[in-house]
């Protein structure tokens, strides 16, 4: 069975495990998030599952690329958590700009996609996070720790050089633009959803700094992101939670950063493939129940990446490591990687606190823009000058 996705969730750890528990044959093609986007609305008979982000639903879903997943073949459907069912955890909305999940979750009668409950979803929540920015907290300028953690961080003229962006143009150009914003520099009227406009004036900021060689480097996946540092190329950069772990190995002093804007969240999950059908149908809904059986969601949360069903994750995690990664408290011994014994370190606290802390403060949400074709192509001219 073909599984379509990036090296967030495709990791060899994950298949070995799967293939063990259920006794299917997986193949993880592993390709970086705008081709994962582009083959999965391409070529749907090259996958059984696609694996990637809720946002990516806004170009498959109209390209008819995927099909329904059936709510009664979820078993554990009911202990997903309300994040990605109503936008909400508890009384805290965690709404924030961009695509939000719930709003392109429920299939709807006409098979549009909607908020309101049905029994069809186009996605399987799954694997989500709050992101941001990491920095080495013994390279910046003290006044710069001073005025607090920003996203104009990554535009000061301090780091000029020593500073790295997300290439993907869909999630780079949003960290851009919380930082162009921050910096007082612009102000868009919805930081989710730019407008051509607007996407034209961050462009051109954005390669004014490039040509004063304010950026040192652009990544596609979290292991380049992790090189960057770790050679010594840059002090900061925008930042996915895996990267961490290998910063952590490296025995690198960073902080991941708390913006006082609030972060850029993402929610994940899988999809099915138009084109999967019959005994490979049956294979590919047991995969996508076996994520939600707690050992994957262990595994997501030693990597800083949290789980829908978060109860259930609990039961393959020790109460030491349960308090570190979701209720946001200080380690209170050495804490185990996804593949590795040493991790955490004793004392060490998550930057941002635990999970209602984190996701209740989402700026805006990974999006495909109204404009995103426009912005592809201004953001390759970007990337290019």
């Not at 162009?180 to 407008?195: H, P």
């Not at 999809?271 to 049956?282: F, N």
């Not at 109460?319 to 955490?344: F, I, M, R």
């Amino acid at each position: 069975m073909r599984v379509l996705g990036t090296s967030v969730t495709l990791q060899e750890h994950i298949r070995v495990e799967a293939e063990r528990d259920l006794g299917i044959k997986l193949r993880f093609i592993v390709e970086d998030g705008s081709s994962v986007q582009r083959n999965g609305v391409m070529h749907p008979e090259s996958y059984e599952i696609y694996d990637q982000w809720f946002h990516s639903i806004d170009c498959l879903w109209p390209a008819r690329a995927l099909q329904p997943i059936d709510i009664e073949r979820i078993p554990r459907w009911d202990e997903i958590n309300s994040l990605p069912r109503t936008g909400r955890l508890g009384r805290r909305a965690c709404a924030g700009a961009g695509s939000i999940p719930v709003d392109r979750l429920y299939v709807q009668p006409d098979n549009s996609l909607g908020r309101k409950p049905t029994e069809r979803i186009s996605m399987l929540p799954l694997t989500h996070n709050a992101d941001s920015f990491v920095y080495l907290d013994d390279t910046l300028p003290e006044d710069l720790i001073e005025r607090g953690e920003s996203w104009a961080w990554l535009l000061a003229p301090e780091l000029a050089g020593r500073v790295a962006l997300q290439a993907d143009a869909a999630i780079g150009a949003i960290d851009a633009a919380l930082a162009v914003e921050a910096s007082g520099l612009m102000k868009f009227a919805d930081i989710g959803n730019l407008t051509i406009e607007e996407i034209d004036a961050l462009i051109a900021t954005l390669i004014e700094y490039k040509r004063r060689g304010h950026f040192a480097g652009f990544w596609s996946s979290f292991a380049e992101a992790a090189q960057l540092m770790i050679s010594n190329k840059v002090a900061i950069q925008s930042i996915w939670s895996p990267a961490t772990v290998e910063l952590e190995r490296a025995g690198l002093r960073f902080k991941l950063a708390s913006p006082r804007e609030g972060y850029r969240a993402w929610f994940g999950g899988m999809s099915l493939s138009r084109a999967t059908s019959g005994r490979t149908l049956d294979a590919a809904y047991e995969y996508l129940n076996w994520w939600l059986e707690g050992w994957a969601g262990a595994s997501m949360a030693r990597q800083g990446f949290y789980i829908s069903n978060p109860e259930r994750s609990r039961e393959h995690m020790n109460d030491a490591e349960w308090s570190y990664w979701y209720d946001g408290k200080p380690a209170p011994g050495e804490l185990p990687g996804p593949t590795t014994q040493h991790l955490v370190t004793t004392g060490q606290r998550r930057d941002g606190g635990g999970y209602v802390a984190r996701m209740g403060r989402i700026a805006v949400w990974d999006s495909v823009m109204d404009e995103h074709n426009y912005l592809v192509r201004r953001w390759a001219e970007f990337m290019r000058a």
